[in-house]
């Protein structure tokens, strides 16, 4: 990401507001940049990273992996970085043509679809509760092994048991606590990943 000088003066504000805290240097950078896309210093308190998440995803993207995400709003948002960067190809929910069972929503079924197709993807679920879900059911069934899940959605029915699912999953993954989550909050957690990925990966390609 290209930063403006008022990009970094607001990232001072930030820094000076959250003050001490007790994530690594890398997950801070994920922290602030959530509070700079939502203006939301709650989010220093509800994001949530498993052991070895940012590894892990960093790789995954070094490695072109696919990413799957849940809605457009999320892909939007994040293809200009990884065109920019890795050029990973990145697949929406909405991209999987075929019928949806009657029992599922359509995002929760696309998403399910295209797990299939690539079980060792990244997934990225900014706002579908049902999407969230659904990854989980196929994570415990062991039929995919993701290389990381971002999962943010929002959400009142089912919400803290799913996102408790995937906490208490052994895959990498990157989380908001409670219900208050969005399909910014997920794009900004992508877009500070890649950051971090290209300066430990990317440019000792280019």
């Known amino acids: 990401m290209e930063w403006h000088i008022t990009d970094a003066q607001s990232l001072r504000i930030i820094d000076r507001e959250i003050g001490n805290h007790a994530f690594s ?32 995803g960093a790789a995954a993207l070094a490695a072109r992996s696919t990413i799957i995400v849940d809605v ?9 970085i ?7 190809p990145v697949y929406c929910s909405m991209d999987a043509l075929t019928r949806p069972q009657r029992e599922k929503t359509r995002v929760a079924w696309g ?24 990854l989980v059911d196929l994570i415990e069934k062991e039929e995919i092994k993701p290389a990381l899940v971002i999962g943010t959605p929002a959400g009142f029915i089912g919400m803290e048991s ?18 208050k989550g969005n399909a910014v909050v997920a794009a900004a957690i992508v877009s500070g990943l890649v950051d971090l990925s290209w300066q430990a990966y990317g440019k000792e390609n280019e």
């Open 25 to 56: 240097p890398a997950e801070y950078e994920i922290v602030r940049r959530v509070i700079y896309a939502t203006a939301d210093f709650e989010y220093r308190d509800l994001i949530r990273f498993s052991e070895q998440a940012l590894q892990a």
């Open 72 to 80: 457009p709003m999320v892909q939007v948002g994040i293809v200009p």
């Open 82 to 88: 990884i065109q920019a960067t890795f050029a990973n």
């Open 111 to 134: 998403i399910e679809t295209l797990a299939r197709r690539y079980p060792e993807g990244i997934f990225v679920v900014g706002q579908a509760q049902t999407a969230l879900s659904g």
């Open 162 to 179: 799913a996102v408790e699912r995937l906490k208490d999953s052994l895959v990498p993954h990157i989380r908001i606590e409670g219900r």
